[in-house]
């Protein structure tokens, strides 16, 4: 287990993860539950493109959460998990909570 001392977040560190291709159509599925939040697409695959944190979540054994940005540049939420070692199963994309939020003063939004 790692403490992620930017994010605060206790992450657990199995392998790294996997880069998908830029085009990303074969690698990630995105259910219709993580556009809900009126999030894109093209705002999931940016955030996985320009990831900040990505780790699987320490209580789950399948469950990874990502932090990055989407196309506007705010931060946003990813949760997904592993299909098989080429895809991943999106389901869930929001605002990013400020308990996922680096603590730095420093770090402008």
């Known amino acids: 287990m790692v403490y992620d001392a930017i994010f605060h977040l206790k992450i657990l560190v199995e392998k790294p993860i996997k880069a998908y291709n830029v085009l990303m159509d074969?690698?990630?599925?995105?259910?219709?539950?993580?556009?809900?939040?009126?999030?894109?697409?093209?705002?999931?695959?940016?955030?996985?493109?320009?990831?900040?944190?990505?780790?699987?979540?320490?209580?789950?054994?399948?469950?990874?959460?990502?932090?990055?940005?989407?196309?506007?540049?705010n931060p946003i939420e990813i949760i997904y998990n592993r299909i098989d070692e080429e895809q991943i199963n999106v389901f869930h994309t929001m605002k990013c909570r400020k308990d996922y939020l680096p603590k730095d003063k420093h770090f402008c939004l």
């Open 26 to 73: 074969e690698g990630i599925i995105i259910n219709e539950s993580a556009l809900k939040h009126g999030y894109t697409r093209a705002d999931i695959e940016w955030a996985f493109l320009h990831p900040i944190c990505n780790g699987i979540l320490s209580e789950y054994d399948n469950k990874y959460l990502l932090v990055g940005f989407d196309t506007k540049g």
